[in-house]
């Protein structure tokens, strides 16, 4: 019997993998990948390794997850080392316990390899801290999109009145469901946000304001998909840091040309 890695792949730059799920790629006999991994990370498979596509994109799912298990399954019986590569990390949002409990019924051999989850990695390249000793104790990871389009039966309430950050996947197509949600809710108009567009990248783009106007300003913008959504007061803190870290580079800068 062979062995299936399900391996979180991080957010987005390839240099964020663990160590563990890079020698794992470098090992395997098949790795099946989505849509959002780093293609550099699949440079470092083996050249006799198959590589599957299971992409899905929104609304368009070139594969079931049906499909994706029953593969997993297949070669994991045909003493493969098989790898899941998945995009930010396999039990975050990642259908990553659908397919272990796929493995265990059929009784394949199976590891979980953690992955840095983009709800934590794409504020951070932002210089918004997911947590803050006075603006942010807490924090919730919360899906902006539910089987059947809109998360209605999501608890806003309760993600309004007693978490300081939210940090939400996938919610993009329903930003002005969600931030209407949570004014409704009790959340302060006012309420800081942040749209991190492929967050990790070399096209990161990061887009900042309030529940009241942020979705004018996405539409200004043109931000699109992949994105995380950051709320609460420690957007506060990357706004600030940024403007810091522009001001005392032009500074440098300008001193630089006085010496000249």
């Known amino acids: 019997m062979g062995k299936v890695y399900l391996i979180g792949a991080g957010p987005g730059d390839p240099d964020l993998i663990t160590v563990k799920a ?4 470098q090992h395997a006999d ?3 990948y989505d849509r959002l991994v780093n293609p550099e990370l699949l440079k470092e498979a083996k050249p006799e390794a198959d590589l599957i596509y299971c992409g899905k994109l929104p609304k368009l799912h070139l594969m079931k997850q049906e499909t994706i298990n029953h593969l997993l399954v297949k070669y994991g019986k045909k003493k493969k080392f098989v790898v899941r590569l998945k995009g930010g990390d396999p039990f975050v949002f990642g259908r990553g316990a659908e397919e272990a409990e796929a493995l265990a019924k059929s009784g394949v051999a199976y590891e979980v390899v953690p992955g840095i989850t983009s709800g934590i990695a794409a504020p951070a390249y932002a210089d918004i801290p997911i947590t803050h000793r ?4 807490s924090f919730a990871v919360v899906t902006g ?3 059947n389009g809109e998360p209605s039966d999501i608890q806003w309430e309760y993600l309004a009145k007693s978490v300081d950050t939210l940090a939400i996947y996938m919610g993009m197509s329903n930003l002005p469901f969600i931030t209407e ?3 409704k809710c009790g959340k302060s108009s006012q309420t800081p946000i942040a749209i991190i567009q492929e967050g990790t990248t070399p096209n990161q783009k990061v887009v900042t304001g309030t529940l009241q106007n942020i979705v004018h300003l996405v539409e200004q913008h043109q931000v699109k998909n992949p994105a995380m959504i950051v709320i609460g007061e420690v957007v506060k803190v990357g706004e600030k840091l940024q403007y810091l870290k522009d001001r005392f580079q032009d500074q440098e800068t300008i001193a630089t040309l006085k010496a000249f």
């Not at 890079?22 to 790629?25: E, G, M």
């Not at 006075?134 to 104790?137: D, H, M, S, Y």
Request: proline share 0%; hydrophobic share 55%; aromatic share 0%.
């Open 145 to 147: 999109h539910c089987k």
């Open 134 to 137: 006075e603006l942010g104790r």
């Open 22 to 25: 890079l020698k794992a790629i």
């Open 181 to 183: 949600q949570l004014i």
């Open 30 to 32: 098949v790795i099946l």
